[in-house]
């Protein structure tokens, strides 16, 4: 099959046999300027953990009617009691290996740290909360 070829005029031209045939005519183009195939990235992690300190309050059910007296009450409990901190690990000593040309399918439970791997991977999860 002969590479595809399109012409360098115009975007429309560019894009005429998709996004796919576009990133390859112009990586084909980039290797041929730089003289070298374009450098690929392998990404290794070991032993990541991640885990935060979380403040727990009193579970309300909504059960209940919302009454002058409720509301007094909750409100009091609030401001009254001293917050509880429980120290949550989100990411538990993760190891792994993502191959560059390879797709990776990252599966879990809701809250089992999907999103946080994801985070930290790509490096928009945050150091410290301020």
Not at 80 to 104: A, L, Q
């Amino acid at each position: 099959m002969e590479p595809f070829k399109p012409d360098d005029t115009s975007a429309k031209a560019l894009m005429a046999n998709g996004s796919q045939a576009f990133n390859d005519h112009l990586a084909s183009k980039i290797q041929a300027g730089l003289g070298r195939p374009l450098p690929q990235m392998e990404v290794r992690v070991k032993n990541l953990s991640v885990s935060a300190d979380v403040v727990v309050g009193q579970h309300e059910d909504g059960r209940e009617l919302p009454t002058l007296t409720h509301t007094i009450k909750t409100a009091a409990l609030k401001l009254s009691s001293s917050k509880h901190v429980v120290h949550k690990t989100i990411v538990r000593n993760f190891s792994g290996v993502f191959e560059p040309g390879t797709i990776t399918l990252v599966l879990g439970q809701p809250s089992s740290g999907k999103s946080s791997l994801m985070k930290v991977l790509s490096g928009r999860f945050p150091q410290e909360k301020r």
